[in-house]
């Protein structure tokens, strides 16, 4: 019975959580709902913007014009609620934490999220101009260029994904060095196989213009870079603060 109660209360704690995580989520969604088609607009201009003159997209099924704007504010609203999710999850995992381990995940999070965040806008703001660009220019003479808007919208969320994750490579790195999986000297050995790496996983998830595939493996190799540098910036100190608490652990 002892054993059983502290594990109902985690259990209760994460309920509560997650239903806070859930308003959260739907009171912005709710706010947005209304604005649903200007947002759609504005994910969809980079696309727009290189289309013919009078060219439009379509939807060819009944439901989409109402679905796909939908599931584009759900995309924002969970974006905005980043900070009220991750501060539930940190209240529910803080007091099992260590003080060096918290002050190790709070930058850690908070780095992963800008990160993701930053990967979108670079796709956003850069590779879908070049991308679209790319496209228009080699339709062929007589075809017009009329994009489903849900099959546009599912080749965004995926390059979405794909930039976000590819902008989480130094946080990546490290984890790694700071767990002691791999060292420093490891990651420099490995950077001519990753740069190959790199342009492997660009051609896959990208479209197959040259272009926007070393506008992924340039960014992914240049990243893998810096979470080296960073890596050795940060894991000295942490390696140097970890040695005067040997003791006192052991003490207790």
Known sequence: MTEAQPLLAHLIELRTRLVRMLIGLLVLFLGLFHW?????????????????????MIATDVTTPFFVPMKVTMMVAFVLALPNTLYQVWAFVAPGLYAHEKRLIVPLIASSVLLFIIGMAFAYFLVFPVVFGFMSSVTPDGVSMMTDIDKYLSFVLGMFLAFGITFEVPVVVILLVRFGIVDIAKLKEARPYVIVGAFVVAAVVTPPDVLSQIMLAVPLWLLYELGIVLAAWLVKPAAKDATPDSPAEGDA
């Open 36 to 56: 649903s088609g200007d947002i759609y607009r504005l994910l969809a201009l980079p696309l727009m913007k290189v289309l013919p003159v009078g060219a439009t």
